[in-house]
């Protein structure tokens, strides 16, 4: 079976998905103590290390995972890259310092994998006019990779959610004669919120206010504010009213024939409102773990906000199960 090491875990939405194409997860390393508490609850074989990433990355890794120096398979997770700093800089592993990115360039240089998977949200590719990608992508080839990259919509991969990811797989220079990935191909079926909501179990999740509730009794499936009387709009949305743009995202009603919008980390934000197809609420934390396609009996442990804020950072387990599913076969036939 191959392994695979997995940096800032999250809820295991990414380590889910690699697991269920095949892989041995020999570890998960994640800061965050609720996430910590739900990987430990649903996968107690995991490793699981609740530390700073700067606390390990610094460690003898061979020796830290009992490993030898290109034995790992995969390395995988999606660092949050912050901005980078350019005046006078070359472009190297330096530029990176500081940040959690360098982090994980670290345990590349020092573990060499065969081949690593780093997700991130698709607008690092024109952060700073494509300079900071472009730093990332520097690093990763003078770490000995040879790079892919692509951005890819969830909703193409049997969740029903529009939520696009940048996926950048990397492949040790040396292997590159043995091992040729190519990323998925979009199903025919994109499911909608029709597929998953219907049936979906109660759970826990945080109401709107009887105001708010009362507007949105006006609102239609798949409408938003300009769908209810203009005055009641404008008392709602203050100074919102006056503000450019068609800020769809305000009063927004989801249809059970479309799929949901990119789950967010918090149920109720004004200008991101994500309301159920059918009743006058946000959804529930179990609905979008449906949308992100999490097995209903993946538990989350922490208070209500920590629990969709989980939810809503981590990658979509079918998104994942189906770039590990070619990973995999690019190992195999290696």
């Known amino acids: ?7 800032f875990a999250g809820a295991g939405g990414l380590a889910l998905g690699i697991e269920k194409a095949g892989f041995n997860t020999l ?9 910590c508490d739900t990987l430990r609850k649903n996968r107690p074989q995991w490793r699981v290390i609740e530390d700073d990433i700067a606390n390990i990355s610094c460690l003898d890794l061979e020796n830290y995972f009992s490993l030898k120096k290109g034995e790992l398979d995969l390395l995988s997770g999606g660092a949050p890259c912050q901005a980078f ?10 530029d990176a310092r500081g940040t959690l990115f360098y982090h994980y360039a670290t345990f590349l240089e020092k573990l060499q994998p065969k081949m690593f998977l ?7 590719l024109t ?8 730093t990332i992508t520097t690093i990763f080839e003078q770490a000995g990779y040879t790079i892919q990259k692509k951005v890819l919509n969830a909703w193409d991969y049997g969740v029903a959610q529009k939520r696009e990811r940048l996926i ?19 199903h025919d079926y994109k499911p909608v919120l029709r597929d998953i909501l219907l049936d979906c179990p109660k759970s826990e999740g945080t109401p709107y206010s009887k105001y708010k509730q009362k507007i949105y009794d006006l609102v239609p499936p798949g409408g938003y504010w300009r769908d209810i009387p203009e005055d009641v709009a404008k008392e709602y949305m203050k100074s919102c009213w006056n503000m450019g743009g068609g800020r769809t995202g305000i009063l927004r009603r989801m249809s059970l024939d479309e799929p949901s919008l990119t789950v967010l980390t918090s149920p109720s934000q004004k200008q991101t409102d994500r309301c159920h197809p059918i009743e006058s609420r946000p959804f529930t934390i179990r609905e979008n773990a449906r949308c992100q396609s999490f097995p209903d009996e993946w538990c989350f442990c922490g208070s209500v906000s920590s629990q969709y804020k989980q939810v809503g950072n981590a990658v979509p387990v079918n998104l994942a ?4 599913s070619k990973i995999k076969e690019a190992l195999e036939n290696s």
């Open 168 to 186: 950048t797989i990397g492949i040790r220079n040396d292997l590159l004669d043995k091992i040729h990935f190519e990323f998925p191909k979009p």
């Open 27 to 35: 570890a998960c390393l994640e800061f965050d103590k609720d996430a």
């Open 85 to 94: 700093s350019y005046a006078g800089k070359k472009l190297g592993l330096e």
């Open 321 to 324: 199960y189906e770039i590990a």
């Open 1 to 7: 079976m191959f392994s695979t090491i997995e940096l």
């Open 127 to 134: 952060h700073d006019r494509g300079r900071t990608y472009k």
């Open 118 to 124: 780093f997700e991130n949200v698709r607008g690092l």
